[in-house]
Nanobody, 126 residues
Framework: QVQLVESGGGLVQAGGSLKLSCAVS????????MGWFRQAPGNEREFVAA????????YYANSMRGRFTISRDGAEKTVYLQMNGLNPEDTAVYYC???????????????????WGQGTQVTVSS
């Protein structure tokens, strides 16, 4: 089990950029998969991007590919989500997630993740 703390959310104009951070503590991340999800009011939690901590493989939702980039800093034990070209439809609470990569669930599945952060609000104005 690991603890996750997100930061970096805020208010940005359409077309702008934000970089979210997820600080990880509490254990080794070997064979862990780290993910970013988002949830807008009235909507289900939606997969954004994921990264295999050890191998560095990355996964993206089709609508975010090319605009969002997930990365990690091993020394800082931090996962990042760089978001460019933001539009009002990207407004949501963004959550960082972590889970043991046992090969059962695909990266976009909520069930693949056992630990979640508290979320950070991203608001994009038109």
């Amino acid at each position: 089990q690991v603890q996750l703390v997100e930061s970096g959310g805020g208010l940005v104009q359409a077309g702008g950029s934000l970089k979210l951070s997820c600080a990880v503590s509490g254990g080794s991340l070997s064979n862990y998969r780290m993910g970013w999800f988002r949830q807008a009011p009235g909507n289900e939690r939606e997969f954004v991007a994921a990264l295999d901590w050890s191998r560095g493989n990355t996964y993206y939702a089709n609508s975010m590919r090319g605009r969002f980039t997930i990365s990690r800093d091993g020394a800082e034990k931090t996962v990042y989500l760089q978001m460019n070209g933001l539009n009002p439809e990207d407004t949501a609470v963004y959550y960082c997630a972590a889970g043991w990569n046992n090969g059962v669930y695909v990266a976009k599945a909520v069930q693949a993740y056992s630990d979640w952060g508290q979320g950070t609000q991203v608001t994009v104005s038109s």
